[in-house]
Structures are given as C-alpha cells and as structure tokens.
C-alpha cells in the first residue's frame, strides 16, 4: 500500500512539472532580469549589450538591468551566468573570447563554454581594426610593421585584458608580422583607448564598434581592417589583406547565453525577443553604423549557436597554441 502511495505520489508530481511548465514559462519574465555583460562599461560588448537591453526591454515587457562584471577576459562575468539559478532571470552576453578562445588560451577555464550554458542567440559579428597612437611614425600597415621591427622590443600594444579578443588580436597580428611587443592589459576598453589616445601605449587591436569613434573623430590612428573585406561604415580604411598579410582576419562576435537547464520555452522566448530586437530598423542602424554586422535570420537559433561555438573553439585552438599565448 505505501509503495502504491509512493508511486501515486511520484507520478503525480510528474504529471504536476509537465502540466504547469507551459504556464510557468509563459509568464516569465515576471520581473526585471539581469544581463550580465562580462567586460567593464564603455567597451565594444558593454556598447551592443546597452543598445540591445533597452530594446529587448520593451519586447519583453520587463525591465532588462545591465550588470557589468569585468575580469579574467571576460571569464568572471561569464562564469556567474554558468552559475546562476536555471530560471532565466539571469543571462549575459558572450564574446568569440569568454565561449570560444578562452577554452584554448586559459590552462584551467572556469567552465566549459560548450556545454555549461544555454545558448540562445548569435547577435552580430564584428571586425577588428589596427590602432595607433597619433604620434606614431606609421601612415600604413606595412610602414608600422617596419617601423616596429626597427624598434624591436620598444613598441607596447593595449587591450581590454589578458585573454580579451583585442589581446588575441594582437597576438595573431604580432605573430603574423613577426613583431615582439609588450603587452599592456588594462581593465577594460575604456582606459585602454584613453591611454592610446593620450600616447602612453603605442597600438591597439580594437573592435570596430568602439573604434570607429576614436577613428573618425581623429584621436588615434587606424592603419588596416583586420579583415578580407573592407567595412561599409569605414571604406577607406584598407584591410590587413590588402596590405601585407594576405588573408589575415581577427573579429569577435555577440551572443546571448543564459545558465544550463533554464527552460526550453524560456530560452525560446528570449531568443525571439532577441530577434525582435536585430529586427528593428533603429537597433539594426545603431548596431551597423558601429561597425556590427548582424547574422542573417536562418542564423538565430539556439541550434545554430551551440553548433557555431563548438566550430569556434576548435577554430581558435590550433592558432592560440601556434602563437604560444597562454594565461595561468
């Protein structure tokens, strides 16, 4: 008799879980939810998280509150995503450096980017252009490759921090032209970009988006596109594959993940809320005017993310080990 109540029990909780999901899953988000950006404020992912909140907001009909957590390239802030509650109340964004080459550049990564989280939608992809200091004596890419093997050793580079996409674009540049610099990693973009403007540090590998600013207001100088097209919001700017490294590419890109085991409808709902977004003609005009290059729409699913991050960490793995780059 107790098994039989036992087993009664049991089954109908069952049956409770599956009848009541729907429901559950159609009311969230009861209340603002909480986008973790992993970078500190001011920088290219801190730029496309705020535009795409604000919006997402209104699709979603809760307030979406920006948390920014920096550190460890983005781990710190990405690690407390993988490590929220399952109810879809905290997401964030991520990066080709916190879910894709992160996994190959740390010894001992704070999750697996492949498997700890819910992936909901691929945003934009973004390239990454070659910065100077305005004092420096380049005018081009092959003028400042020569110029920095002339100075052996003098030169320094700047990046958002260790393990950051603008580091490992630096570090493929630097091992692709045979340059030996120093690394500066700072906590951010913001400061990083201040710095270079201010000619403390010599370049920089910044991401379009908060790039073009310092570009077309005249702060820094931009010698290539690390890219084998030219970009629409800057096409006088030539690409590295123009100049002297043929076929040379660096860029990140923009996704949404949200905690492993969030709901199947919950991670839906935000996924259209996401594509609502890109959809709108205002976001989609910000986003681009920024150097963003939105995915096309069969590009949007959950499926397609967790299948392209996969793609992405072993597409980074073989080139971080080849340039020697490691983080303890």
């Known amino acids: 008799m107790r098994k039989l109540l036992a087993g009664t029990f049991t089954g109908t909780l069952a049956a409770l879980a599956v009848t009541t999901f729907p429901a559950v899953a159609q009311q969230w988000p009861s209340g603002p939810v909480t986008m973790i950006i992993p970078f500190a404020a001011g920088g290219p992912t801190d730029v496309l998280g705020r535009i795409v909140a604000e919006r997402m907001s209104k699709s979603l009909g809760q307030q979406v509150v920006i948390e920014n957590v920096g550190g460890a390239g983005g781990m710190t802030g990405s690690s407390r995503v993988a490590k929220a509650r399952p109810d879809g109340n905290t997401f ?17 990564p704070a999750y697996d980017a492949a498997k700890d989280f819910e992936p909901v939608v691929l945003i934009a992809q973004v390239p990454i252009a070659l910065l ?6 380049a005018n081009d890419m092959k003028s400042f490759i020569a110029h920095a093997k002339a100075n ?3 030169l320094n580079f700047a990046s958002a921090g260790t393990g950051s996409a603008t580091h490992l674009a630096c570090v493929l540049f630097n091992a692709a032209a045979g340059l030996k610099s120093a690394h500066v990693p700072y906590k951010g973009t913001g400061p990083a970009m ?13 991401i379009l988006s908060t790039a073009k600013p310092q570009i ?13 097209q030219r970009s629409p919001v800057l096409p006088d700017l030539p690409t590295a594959d123009e100049q002297a490294l043929k076929g ?10 949200m905690p492993k085991g969030v709901p199947a409808a919950v991670v839906q709902r935000l996924n259209a809320a996401t ?3 890109m959809d709108d003609p205002s976001v989609s005009k910000r986003l681009t005017d920024l150097g963003a290059l939105l995915v096309s ?3 949007r699913s959950p499926e397609y993310l967790a299948s392209f991050v996969k793609s992405e960490i072993a597409k980074w793995e073989k080139p971080i080990k080849e340039s020697g780059a490691k983080v303890q």
């Open 92 to 108: 964030g964004i991520g990066t080709v450096g916190t879910h894709a080459q992160n996994q190959s550049l740390y010894a001992r």
């Open 132 to 137: 100077t200091k305005k004092a420096l004596a």
């Open 152 to 154: 052996e050793g003098k």
């Open 194 to 206: 201040n710095d270079l403007v201010g000619g403390q540090v010599d370049y920089m590998c910044e």
């Open 216 to 228: 077309t207001s005249g702060n820094v100088k931009a010698l290539a596109l690390f890219n084998v």
């Open 248 to 257: 040379f590419e660096a860029y990140t890109w923009n996704a949404i993940f």
């Open 275 to 277: 594509r609502e977004t």
């Open 297 to 299: 729409a069969d590009k």
